[in-house]
């Protein structure tokens, strides 16, 4: 069983920088995919930053350029780095962690989130 705790969250600026950070135990973090997800009051979850277990990284269109994900395998812990926040930008973040050999939503751990807020 996997456990997820995020930190880093705040208030910022706009135009300011956050990172968040994603600390894993209880299982091998290195066997996960990681993933950060967002959610704004009254919108949809939509995720937002993915890193594979080879380190390959995927962004959802609004936010490339200006974030950053990245892992440590050996502190079991993910992060984002995000830069050139916008008001947009605000939401509760969630880190997820898909296990490479299991399939199925059902089968991904989710953090308790951590929120981002930005002020213009």
């Known amino acids: 069983q996997l456990q997820l705790v995020e930190s880093g969250g705040g208030l910022v600026q706009t135009g300011g920088s956050l990172r968040l950070s994603c600390a894993a135990s209880?299982?091998?973090?290195?066997?996960?995919?990681m993933v950060w997800y967002r959610q704004a009051p009254g919108k949809q979850r939509e995720q937002v930053a993915l890193?594979?277990?080879?380190?390959?990284?995927e962004y959802k269109d609004s936010v490339k350029s200006r974030f950053t994900i990245s892992r440590d395998n050996a502190k079991s812990t993910a992060y984002l780095q995000m830069n050139n926040l916008q008001p947009e930008d605000t939401a509760e973040y969630l880190c997820?962690?898909?296990?490479?050999?299991?399939?199925?939503?059902?089968?991904?751990?989710w953090g308790q989130g951590t929120q981002v807020t930005v002020s213009s």
């Open positions: 209880g299982d091998d973090f290195s066997q996960y995919i």
């Open positions: 997820n962690a898909r296990h490479r050999s299991r399939v199925g939503a059902s089968s991904w751990y």
């Open positions: 890193i594979t277990i080879g380190g390959m990284t």
